[in-house]
């Protein structure tokens, strides 16, 4: 069995990057390191090593990005798993194992050793995602970030929170658009739409925390237009997964197939990763992911 790590030194600190390398050197197992350089490298990294046919493991380390980008190179690839070791800001879809529970995912050689399974993945016009893609309000946020990453004392979170702000108070909130999935059509404007595979996103958010990742489902939520008020009063709610409670202000889907349709291109973010389109088609893949994660943890909800 080969291990490959690939890192993204940009993902944490220089000291960080370093003192990962230690770690996988202290492991007692066949390693080999590849290092991203820029964006699509971790993809072009994990294709190659999965083409070649034999067993192997893929560390990606880093964010949800480098994540997305590996799941993207080894989806449908028997002999391939993958999984994640934290260094990023995010590492939202680590979440499913227990907020608790992500330094567990840098104990490497426990890591090594862990059980693995296969994972649903979402098709949001052919970028393959194993978590969440959010169109609106959420996913602007999620790109306007970054503009924040670097200020001082800002940390992961604080960031998306100033995004929030910045994005909620001077802009507009809700867009034009068309929502079409199954037993739901919406035609109007929304704040939020966002199909689940996986329970988090944007830093902590769990809009659906009875969701499971292998169960062959999406679930969708649409928030449709409301004042900067209600907004603020439900946001909260939103991010806690309480969407039953708000039935007239939050739509809810189970399902395969969301098709959303905007009057202006649509800024989509899939896993992290942003896609802009002016029609998305997001469904339920045919390919799936092994995923592996240290034994002891479960991916299954709280009660």
């Avoid at 997305?68 to 449908?76: D, F, Y």
Wanted: proline letters at 5%; hydrophobic letters at 40%; a negative charge.
């Amino acid at each position: 069995m080969r291990h490959l790590f690939i890192i993204n030194p940009t993902a944490g600190k220089k000291r960080s990057t370093r003192a990962l390398v230690d770690s996988i050197q202290a492991l007692d197992l066949p390693y080999e390191i590849a290092f991203t350089e820029k964006a699509g490298d971790a993809r072009s990294i994990a294709q190659a090593a999965v083409e070649r046919g034999e067993p192997v493991r893929l560390y990606a380390c880093g964010g949800d990005g480098t994540l997305n980008e590996v799941v993207n190179g080894a989806a449908e690839f028997d002999n391939a798993a993958v999984t994640n070791v934290p260094t990023g800001t995010g590492n939202d879809f680590l979440k499913i194992f227990g907020r608790e529970n992500k330094g567990r995912f840098r104990d490497l050689a426990a890591l090594a050793q862990g059980p693995q399974t296969p994972m649903d993945l979402i098709d949001c016009n052919g970028m393959l995602g194993l978590d969440i893609v959010c169109v609106g309000l959420d996913s602007r946020i999620a790109v306007d970030k970054d503009k924040y990453n670097d200020f001082p004392l800002v940390t992961g979170m604080g960031a998306y929170v100033l995004s929030l702000l910045a994005n909620v108070i001077f802009k507009s909130i809700a867009q034009p658009t068309l929502v079409d999935c199954g037993g739901l059509h919406f035609d109007g404007e929304t704040t939020i739409v966002c199909v689940c595979s996986g329970r988090y996103y944007g830093g902590g958010f769990m809009p659906v925390g009875d969701n499971m990742p292998d169960d062959g489902l999406l679930e969708t939520l649409v928030v449709p237009k409301v004042s900067r008020a209600t907004f603020f009063r439900l946001i909260g709610k939103y991010a806690s997964g309480k969407y039953r409670d708000y039935p007239d202000l939050i739509w809810y889907h189970q399902g395969e197939t969301v098709t959303i349709r905007g009057r202006k291109e649509l800024v989509a973010v899939v896993d992290g990763e942003p896609l802009r389109a002016q029609e998305l088609t997001i469904g339920l893949s045919d390919k799936k992911v092994n995923f592996f994660y240290p034994a002891g943890l479960t991916y299954e909800p709280k009660e």
